[in-house]
Every structure is written in C-alpha cells, then in structure tokens.
C-alpha cells in the first residue's frame, strides 16, 4: 500500500506518520506539507510544497498511491471565518479534487472533530467549517471516511506545535487515566488514531463518519 500523508509534522500526523511507517504493508509514504518532517527513512518520500491551496506543481508526484491521510489541523482560535475556511476546507478540497482525479476510488481520511455540524447552519463557527469539508469529500468519487476525535493524547514523544496545548497536556496528564475511565468515549492516543486510519484504508468501515467509539474500535481491527 502506498499512502499520502497532508500535515505530518502536527500532532494527529506525526502520529499517523509514525504508524504508517512501521506498518509492514506500506510501501511509500509521501508526506505533503508547508514543512518538511525532518525524519529520514527509506519508505518516506518528502513533499514541501507551500501553497496548498494549489496542487498543480506536485500533481506528478501523488499519482499511484491507495490512501490519503489528510491531518492538516489547525485551531480555529484567532482565525476569522475566512481564514479559518480557507484552510480547512480549502486545502482539503484542493487536494481531495486532484485526488479523486488521479486516483479514482482512493481512500481519504479526513480528520475532522467531535461536534462537526453536518448541516453546516450551526451557531459555531469551526464545527460549520469542518462540516463543510466532510460534506465535499462525500460528494467526489473517493472511498472517503471522516474522523471525528475528541481529546487525543500524545504518545511517543509526539508534541503539539501549538504551545498552549503542550502546556494542558502536561498539566492533564496526571487526571488522563481518570478522565478516560469516567468519559471513554471523549478520549484516543495518537497511535490509535494512526492505527485507525491504517485499518479503514486496509478494510473499509462501515460508516463513512467515525466518532471517537469508532475510530477506537477500528483501531484494534486485526482483520
């Protein structure tokens, strides 16, 4: 299987990153960012491109591949409705039409986040936004499925680039075990979500919007 990766120096896709690469059924994997990730290994095929609201340049180089991962995260806080839309729904759209151009019938994870607004009236800015995106990605001609995580907790040496939420992860981490005990269904650790999107591009699912239950489940598919 040969796979894409969008924003795997984040979070959520240095995680998946991580697990793409000690996958033994991965092949390739081509991460695409403003940034390079900075690791080097043979299956990793570093794409920095900055305008990610243009793919034209690149087009040659995400021919082939099985799956996307689009982790291209970022926080709402700050951002106006425009700027906000034009990252997370732009960038995907982008990449997600040239995709489904190049690669009829891929797999594309999107990952979204608890409490998307589907209908895309809701009163809260970036749930209408991320809604938005998912509603375009089901709509081309990709096998899309959207993660929709809450709290994800960063394991093997992964950090937020965001510094404030470094900051809460270091001050939660004592009340972590608590709080998935009491809210189960609120709580994922980077690997699960990496080993997640590995088994829905393996298998399928058989839903295309995964809420934090199911990308738990789907994490521990061993099909």
Known sequence: MKVIVFGATGMVGQGVLRECLLADDVEAVAS???NATGQCHPMLIEIVHKDLSDLSAIENQLRGYDACFFALVVSSV???EADYTRVTYGFTQAAGEMLARLNPGMTFVFVSGLGTDSSEQGRTMWARVKGR???ALLRLP???Y????GFIQP???IRSRTALYNALYTLLRPLVPVFRFAM???FLTTRQVGQAMLNVARHGYKTRVLEVREIRDAAFDDR
């Open 78 to 80: 700050g951002m106006s």
């Open 32 to 34: 695409v960012g403003r």
């Open 184 to 186: 189960p269904n609120q």
């Open 142 to 144: 990709l096998e899309a």
């Open 155 to 157: 394991l093997d040496g």
């Open 146 to 149: 959207m993660f929709r995580p």
């Open 133 to 135: 995106a998912e509603n």
